[in-house]
């Protein structure tokens, strides 16, 4: 019996670990491999870590949990977790395994326009983020590939930074304020379907169905609403909130006591929106293993 099961690799589970490694918790940390930074070279907006890629950065943390005795790290996928009264059976294709309590961290997917080629260039000349990587665009052309709202929040970011800023909205509408919101920041509206988003050089070509190809160094894309990595949310009948993320207090409760929930996956009620960065995934992952001991010591 475990302690504590942690589902998910990446910063938001891999933190956890540490954490309650730290307090002589007995730790699985189960990683099936697949991170949402998985195609990006380098990560930004993470003081001391800024430009590192993250794989240096599991490598680096994986290598740190390595001195904990209490911690254990299987590369492995879970395929379900059940209840049965005080304890939790985590499934893989191993057999199963018993823990007291557990952290998903297992993160969400992003769903992509459908643009052919955009699924390649994803991570690479492609992302979601303005902060994580707007700033290495700097004085460059940049693209936005979205609808209404998300367009002209994205554009509004990057126009400060990008030496021109194109929106591409596929025939979206634009209502006539937004229209003369982005006017005014001095970004173009190209409304034609697009066609493809493909690499030329290390920059991305825009195909346009009925106009010239537009190049930009990088294209930001409006991804809607996240969807969760693996079904442990459904199996456990947690509770969502709008975004399409788990409810979790500030400690990383779900609405099922012994689960907890940490990182891109968790939505915080006190956020407008969840807050998906390494850093922030980190936070999180401490404070569930925080919570988690506490509530050990209670038990
Ligand atoms: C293109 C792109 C660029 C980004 N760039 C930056 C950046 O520069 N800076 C920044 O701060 N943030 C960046 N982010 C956001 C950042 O990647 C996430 O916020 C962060 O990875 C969230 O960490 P996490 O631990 O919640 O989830 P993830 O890192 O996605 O990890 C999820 C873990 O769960 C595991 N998992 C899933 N299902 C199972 C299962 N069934 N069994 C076992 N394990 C499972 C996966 O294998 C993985 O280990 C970027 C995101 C994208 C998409």
Known sequence: MYDVTIVGGGPAGLQAALTLGRMHKSVLLLDSGSY?????SHM????TNDGMPPEKFREQARAELAAYETVEVRDEAVATIAR???RFIVTTADGDLESRLVILA???RDQLPAAPGLSEIWGELAYGCPFCHGHELTGRAIGVLA???AVLHLAALLAPIGDSVTVFTEGA???VDDAALLDGLGVSIRPEPV???TRAGDEVRVELDGADDVTVAGLFVGTGKLVQSAPFAEQLGLDLQES???AVDDLGRTSLPGVYAAGDLAHRSAFPMPMASVLAAAAAGQLAGVACVQQLLAH
């Open 195 to 197: 066609l493809g988003a």
């Open 84 to 86: 049965e009264g005080e």
């Open 36 to 40: 949402r930074n998985g195609r990006v």
């Open 106 to 108: 297992t993160g969400v």
């Open 44 to 47: 930004h907006n993470f003081i």
């Open 147 to 149: 609808g209404p709202p």
């Open 173 to 175: 509408e634009v209502s």
């Open 244 to 246: 399409g993320c788990i």
